[in-house]
């Protein structure tokens, strides 16, 4: 069985802090949680050098205690064969703290950073700034962080980032004013979000997190609610065929088909729906596309649906529990009247996906979706794509640039907004509910851009929906899932291939029998 590379829960960097802070107050000393972070930079740093036969390191340290950890990893790495330099934006006796006392620590020489060259390096450790950065890297540490990447394309070495790339806000991912291009990076306890989201993502390359000796029973008190998207946090809820089950306990999805010419993204859907395991999946069609539909289709059953009247008609069958719109609907009054259906009130629950043309059709009048959200008798999921997300939610004005606002926090705004799960997709997916939780795609893959991905996905969701997997987890597992495939299948990708795929992710996510 799979397994999750890291726990589940993602922290900012004030919930980091706050982590330190309580573990420090049980008697833990700051200097134990150093000694401990600084050991697994070192580790890492020896394995790189290891690789490449390598045996020189220079160690860049910064003012506050990302600095000291870099002090202390250099000390632990200096022998007889790793030669070790240090070289500091801050003169040591202007350190304070835990920082102060593993710089005293360090009885080699320091080199101011303006100086220090890069020449004959074969590893540099960044120490300069950890997550809590909170302003943009100006002047000399700037032009640091500047020549230290042109040193790492043009050389090939290797850099590794102490807990995040300096110039990578922890939280939000954004690259304040310049950013380290890390090969790895060493984080503690847990991710931050900064780790995930793009462009914190790319700069991070490889992420290793280390235990430092902080008590997952910290989490109590700080109560996250932002997790790895992996299935260590959907596992145990993913629906799973019970032998006594048939087809109909397994859910029953609808997907609305376009007209004539616009038939295939809805069959995706539809395809994708029965490979995620809904036990029936119906094809809406619009009568003029039902000879179309019907001869590409086997598995799929196929339902004439004549606009929102039709739709209805259909879903007034109770076992109907999921329905998918938006695949090659088109955009307009007549995708904006289907969506009204799917929404209306209802005796029985059904829960509802919404995706492309669905959501595009309420571009200027968001408020109507809304409505028709907080009236619908099941929960609704939005997967938009970072042009639909903003045709929908609309261009909100940015903050100062001293606080940027991540997709984390645009997506999870959406979800309040809208009373509805947002899936705001892209190689960073995050998934957000009304109340605040979210997740965020630990698992992406170039391949996914291609026609048909999205509709896809719509279908994935709608079928684990279907068989009653809660809407949060529904769309984090579908998102997941989604990528898995296209990792799994890789160089030629094209969007029929991830529901091809899906029973090859199903494999690794089902135990095995004993």
């Known amino acids: 069985m799979i397994q999750t590379p890291y726990p589940v829960e993602i922290l900012t960097a004030a919930q980091m ?16 949680l150093m000694e401990k972070a600084a050991d697994a930079v070192a580790r890492a740093a020896n394995q790189f050098l290891q690789k490449s036969s390598g045996r020189r390191v220079l160690v860049l340290c910064g003012p506050g205690n990302n600095g000291g950890d870099g002090y202390v990893a250099a000390r632990l790495l200096r022998s007889p064969r790793i030669k070790v330099r240090v070289a500091s934006l801050t003169p040591r006796d202007e350190l304070h703290g835990d920082a102060l006392a593993a710089a005293s620590a360090w009885d080699g020489p320091v080199e101011p950073t303006e100086t220090a060259s890069f020449q004959g390096v074969d590893l ?34 290797n850099v590794i980032a102490v807990d995040t790339p300096s110039g990578v806000d922890g939280s939000t991912g954004a690259v304040r004013g310049v950013a380290v ?56 809820s993913l629906p799973l065929p019970r032998i006594e089950g048939h087809k109909y306990v397994r859910g029953h999805a609808a997907v609305m088909s376009g007209g004539p010419s616009h038939t295939g993204a809805a069959r995706l859907a539809a395809q994708a729906a029965l490979r995620a395991g809904a036990g029936l999946v119906t094809l809406a069609s619009p009568s003029a596309a039902m000879a179309i539909n019907a001869g590409a289709l086997t598995s799929v059953m196929i339902r004439e649906a004549d606009g929102a009247a039709g739709l209805t008609a259909l879903l007034a069958d109770p076992r109907l ?27 029985n629950k059904r829960s509802c996906v919404l995706d492309a043309d669905a959501l595009t059709s309420f571009q200027h009048d968001p408020q109507s979706l809304w409505g028709l959200i907080g009236a619908a008798p099941g929960p609704v999921v ?57 997740t965020i795609l630990i698992e992406a893959s170039p391949w996914l851009a291609t026609a048909g991905s999205g509709d896809t996905l719509t279908g994935i969701i709608a079928g684990l929906l279907a068989q009653g997997m809660e809407p949060l987890t529904a769309a984090s597992c579908g998102a997941w899932m989604h990528a898995r495939a296209a990792a799994i299948f890789g160089p030629g990708l094209i969007a029929d291939d991830i529901a091809a795929t899906l029973p090859q992710v199903w494999r690794e996510l089902t135990p095995a029998p004993t």
């Open 382 to 438: 939005l997967t938009p794509h970072a042009g639909e997300f903003a045709r929908l939610f609309g261009a909100k004005e940015e903050p100062p640039a001293e606080a940027p606002v991540s997709k984390l926090e645009r997506a999870r705004a959406a979800a309040r907004e809208s009373g509805a799960i947002v899936l705001y997709k892209g190689p960073d997916t995050v998934v957000a509910a009304p109340d605040g939780r979210a």
């Open 181 to 236: 291009e890390a090969d790895a990076t060493v984080t503690f306890f847990r991710l931050k979000s900064g780790h995930l989201l793009l462009p914190g993502r790319v700069h991070c390359g490889q992420i290793v997190c280390a235990h430092i000796g902080i008590r997952s029973r910290v989490l109590k008190d700080i109560a996250p609610n932002t997790f790895v998207n992996a299935p260590g946090y959907w596992l145990d």
């Open 321 to 347: 529990n999921a329905v998918a719109l938006g695949p090659g609907l088109g955009v307009g009054p007549a995708t904006r009247a289907q969506v009204e259906a799917a929404l209306a009130p209802a005796t």
């Open 124 to 157: 540099v450790i960044d120490a300069l700034f950890g997550a809590g950065l909170s302003r943009d890297i100006q002047g000399p540490a700037a032009e640091l962080i500047q020549r230290l990447n042109k040193w790492r394309r043009e050389s090939g070495q």
């Open 17 to 32: 802090a706050r982590a330190d802070s309580l573990t420090i107050a049980e008697g833990v000393s700051g200097m134990s």
